[in-house]
């Protein structure tokens, strides 16, 4: 059975700085979504923040499995009642895969609780990452470490909750380090945050940043249960 | 060093319910508080939704190392702005017991991001309480379980992310189970979640519980770390 | 593509005492593998502790994906070269699903490295299964929270590490609760401890167990990655 | 109340490598010791491997709340007999704080239930340390990160099972990160292994180093709780 994903990306700053634009021509989602299309089980849709109400009607969230976020620009622009009904749609079982500096998006911050803050800087430092849980369905095909060559780095300390899986640890060849891919549950549904994917730099054109963004729908697509129930109850039978 | 205790009470129930105020003649807060007192290392103050800036102005935040929560009937009066000061006062330090019915507090559900609802039934259940991880300062001196004649039962599923460190697991009479003391880090600060404490219930003169409650308080206190810096940063010297 | 399945049982019970042969007359592990055998994308193969190298020869366990594992009578029976090789197994992927009284065979205390003992009685409670994780996959398809009419309670203390992921928590009428089914990784490997399915009890045969079971094999089985190297390296280049 | 500390020391390298005893003089134990005794609260002995029953005769054991463990070479010496009644104390509320190469001895190895390795290289490698639980009692007075000039390199992956609490992580000039500090609660006992200290270098020397390990030891210290007990058990009363 397919698993339907759909790419969010507030895709500004590819319309707006040559260079960005040069990079992602046709938007990070698009080369998100050219990833992620490689496997024929992921259906893809994209959708972006110009589109009305704001890319995500409740007819698509309703209908994705898997809902990949890229946002940094215009994280107050998103409206606090999409980021209620995202939150809502996650707790029922949808999957979401948080990318890059939607590590500070509303919805990253809804989810989390935290202030979802680290240090960063953009000085094209060298990235290696770690995998931590080898057995993990998300480093599946994923080597012990690799590296590329130019990313934005973010540091520790990174204010989020312990997370559930800690699947990849990232060095920064400027001094830093940190718990890059982060795995959650929350209620029905699963979130898995990762790192790498900035702007600047081509990092969702990397064959094996691809295989991890296609291990992660896999890893985040519900299992098919009803939400939970809630609230006053009879005692069970004994 | 003494550790500084605020016992905050939305004070409604015994003020307006006679069978309630019968167990709890001068408040839930004050009952919660003699227990506390018992320990000289910590020092006790109370705080209710009725007095001016409902009782925990900044200067009381402020000065507060670890903050008790009892709310129930009211949690839609606590302003979002308070919310707010006390979740910024967590992530810089200050510990937080959220107790029983406070899983439904905007401050809880504020720190843990998720729906923080279970199923409940308050029908006398019997309520036995096991000690998961007996080696936890929150378990010094408390049996490897015991029991409280009754109790509201509250019942998973609860929505909570996975706890930091399991420290109670509770069984019902009724047929319930509640992961029912749960540790979460939140930035520099620390939180316990501890179901026990229906308003109904003799439970905060329970012996047993009054020592889990001191635990908590010391447990909870700040190290003394300054908060976390976040943001734009320099490359270290390598 | 396939998982291998390996069943392996000591044998034991359902051979000296009639009243256990009656429930499983062709042994737990056939009833077990009846259960997996629902699902088109298991191969199942069983293993037995009186078969040459104990069932489990090298050529074996090289070509079994996620070994199942039931023992109780004879643990001390089961040779530590063969607990090792399971180990090493596991280790570079192999999954492992220990069952029941499997908690305390020699393979499970190897690769917890804890006591893993628990408080027991065997009269004939009723359990109740709650799930806990309800988007974890092996909760796929599971209710809120099921029963089993009798089961032998296992109660907390359970001597266990923290559970990477605790799926489900079970309730007994006699008073009892247990974190009954716990997921770890260990190297490439995961391992799933479930505690129903004491021998007296036609457990095997429940739907809603079988269901667990099947989940069980499927989250368990290796993603394909290679051993982890380790040892002396070259730095990396930066 | 005091906490009674004793610093067990292979004590090999310092007598048999004239660069190594240089360093450490009076042998890495007496340099860790020292460190310790700057607080007044914990009460120190040291205890070597040449010593009579390996200098962790019962009655040492039995009267030590935290053991600290430093050992490379000689490993394999280890008596199997004292590594079981280390992991019993252990069980029954012992601490133990395991540096540096002790990751690889016996006691860890058999704590930990995994193989307990990593990558390495010697090559003088800067180490900076950062706080990954900025509220945790280890961390206490612990800046954000710091630095060791040198310190001999442990690097991903590292084959533990997944920390309780993970307090701190390292980044390597030579490019590897490693989960550098690491907590778990083993029964009633918990374990807190810390990376830096090779043999070689005056790691333990330094101030933060030292205080991180005054840390630990009240961290790790016993609550006071009896072992819990286990096996057949009545029902509990309803």
New interface residues.
Partial sequence: MKINVTVWNEYVHERTEEAIGQVYPHGLHTAIAEGLAMDDELEIRTATLDQPEQGLPQSVLDTTDVLFWWGHKAHDQVDDELVERIARRV?D?MGIVVLHSGHYSKVFR??????C?????E?D??E?I????????I????P??F?LPVEE?Y???F?I??P???VF?????????L?SGCC???????IFYFQPGHEAYPTYYDATIRQILRNAAHWAA????PP???????????
């Fill in positions: 707790r079982g809804r989810l989390m609780g935290t202030g803050r680290s240090k960063w800087w000085l430092d060298k290696r770690f995998t931590v849980l080898p057995g993990h369905p480093a599946a095909g994923i012990e470490s590296t780095t540091c520790e300390h204010d909750p312990t559930d899986e800690l640890l990232s060095w920064f060849s400027g001094g830093g380090v718990r959650y549950h929350y209620g029905n549904g699963k519900p299992n098919g249960n939970m129930t809630y609230g006053q109850h009879d005692r069970f039978e004994n």
